[in-house]
């Protein structure tokens, strides 16, 4: 197997302790990796005013994919106050660093597996560079134009004023899905594909998808493509996940899906996620940065070793990605090794050291 560069990005509060934990980890179960440390997150801006430096940026455009542990964002009023003294009153704006990584590297597929106790597996594929939080529009800007005329003519904003008004613009394009949909496609076990959204209410979006998935399923004969109103499939993955194979969804609601698959799993600690595009990859656990317990030692590895795990398989190394995703398995299944937000009486280097016995004895 040939070596691998890889960018690692600890980032923010439980971030750096984590990446030291499972050093050992990743140089055992993917020898062919090299790994670069990058600076990303909330220290970064504090200190320099750039989340993302430029040196971050090169790492990431050289390697074949990134690792990022955990970043912290606050909003903007934080980011200004918490600036460097030397920075402050310069109009320099904070924006997420994950947010940043996705539209510069055109990672336009979140893919959050949903791995249930009972073997039961569904996908969900959220759209990541469109939909709401994709655009954030100015609302003085909307003011300005034929879109502020008709905001202006609604009850409620004239009952509130304008400077109570704030503006989400949700963008959806044909592209955006055809390149979506054929994502999906691509990580279906049983050959259904299940479009999440409210075309009966976003009627012009609606359309758009409408085309879209025709489209797409005429590429994919071996692919079944259903369109469901978003709201009874949140229901019915309570009531019945293995009806799933692959969800796909436009931003904000498949934020809410992914994390309700999630809770579904039993919380965030063992949640992993991918962010691909076609030149870039990023690999991420889903948790936060969880500043409550930095330092203390106890952060829950799993989820940032199994986003590893998705790492090898992006990139070719299928069987050291199972053989990592089966040590942290049992590891998890262990009182002594999970860490207690998982129910144990472990902590992150105890944990990480229970994930690399059971790698070195295969």
């Not at 912290?72 to 310069?90: I, M, V």
């Not at 592209?175 to 009627?203: E, H, S």
């Not at 879209?212 to 109103?229: C, K, Q, R, S």
């Not at 989820?303 to 590891?331: N, P, Q």
Request: net charge negative; glycine share 12%; charged share 20%.
């Amino acid at each position: 197997m040939a070596a691998r560069e890889i960018a690692l990005l600890p980032g923010d509060g439980i971030g750096p302790e984590i990446a030291a934990a499972t050093a050992p980890v990743l140089a055992a179960a993917f020898p062919g990796w090299r790994l670069r440390e990058a600076e990303i997150g909330w220290s970064r801006w504090c200190a320099e005013g750039d989340p993302v430096p430029p040196e971050t940026w090169a790492a990431l455009e050289g390697a074949d994919a990134a690792l990022l542990v955990a970043v912290t964002s606050k909003p903007a009023r934080a980011a200004e106050a918490e600036l460097a003294p030397r920075l402050r009153g310069r109009g320099l704006v904070y924006r997420s660093p994950v947010l940043q990584l996705r539209s510069r590297l055109d990672l336009y597929a979140n893919v959050r597996p949903i791995d249930l106790p009972d073997g039961t597996r569904c996908t969900v594929v959220r759209e990541n560079t469109e939909g709401l939080y994709g655009h954030d529009l100015d609302a003085a800007a909307v003011r300005e134009t034929g879109v502020g005329a008709l905001i202006a003519e609604d009850p409620t904003v004239r009952a509130g004023g304008a400077g109570e008004l704030a503006v989400a613009l949700r963008v959806t394009t044909g592209f955006g899905w055809r390149r979506l949909l054929r994502a999906a496609a691509a990580q279906t076990r049983r050959g259904r594909v299940t479009v999440a959204d409210k075309p009966n209410i976003l009627q012009a979006s609606g359309e758009i998808l409408h085309r879209a998935i025709d489209e797409v399923a005429a590429e994919h004969p071996g692919v079944d493509f259903e369109l469901a109103n978003v709201d009874l499939v949140a229901m019915r993955m309570v009531a019945d996940p293995g009806h799933y194979d692959v969800i796909a969804a436009e931003n904000v609601f498949g934020d809410i899906l992914s994390d309700l698959g999630a809770g579904l799993m039993g919380g965030l600690g063992a949640a992993a996620s991918a962010n691909i595009g076609d030149a870039h990859a990023v690999f991420e656990p889903v948790h936060g940065s969880a500043p409550d317990i930095a330092g203390r030692g106890i952060a829950n590895p799993a989820a940032f070793l199994l986003a590893a795990a998705m790492c090898g398989e992006h990139l070719g190394e299928a069987g050291a990605a199972a053989a990592l995703r089966a040590a942290v398995a049992a590891a998890l299944a262990d009182p002594a090794a999970a860490t207690p937000d998982a129910g144990g009486a472990g902590d992150t280097a105890g944990f990480a050291a229970a994930v690399l016995d059971r790698l070195d004895r295969g």
